[in-house]
């Protein structure tokens, strides 16, 4: 099972990437209906997308040191996590990550049939949390410290 280290200004956290890929798809499907119309935006949603459907080899990444520039930035990002919380929260107990097949990939791609298995909500919203303390710079973990799951 690969593993990635998400980080914000150098400090971050280890995640196993088959938890990542439907938190990416999550932020894609709140970004569908995104009024912000700059580049980093789009960006930052084709980011996403790639992520949910392991379009990278050995790792995934969130390049937030690139898409957090500005105070406008992180309450942008910010918006997206309570976005995705909200969407989340709505699925009930656990999240079905077919989800993934049936919203963001409808057409037949490679990796459709990866995606029948259920995570615990808490848990995608456990990174979630993860995520927001990284962008308020509450976390202290290095890339080089010892690694550890705690989802």
Known sequence: MASSFIKYKEKGFWINDTLLEPVCGIFYICLQNDVAKG??????RKLTLSNTVGAFNAHMHLNFDEFILSEEHKKWMLNLFENARKYIIEK??????????????PHKHYVTENWDFEVQTFR???IVDYLELL????LNIKDSDKIFYSF
Do not use: A, D, T
Not at 39 to 44: D, P, T, V
Not at 135 to 138: L, Q, V
């Open 39 to 44: 580049q980093w935006h789009s960006e930052f």
């Open 92 to 105: 009930g107990n656990v999240i079905n990550c077919k989800f993934i097949e049936e919203e963001i990939l």
């Open 124 to 126: 995608i919203l456990k």
């Open 135 to 138: 962008i308020y710079e509450k």
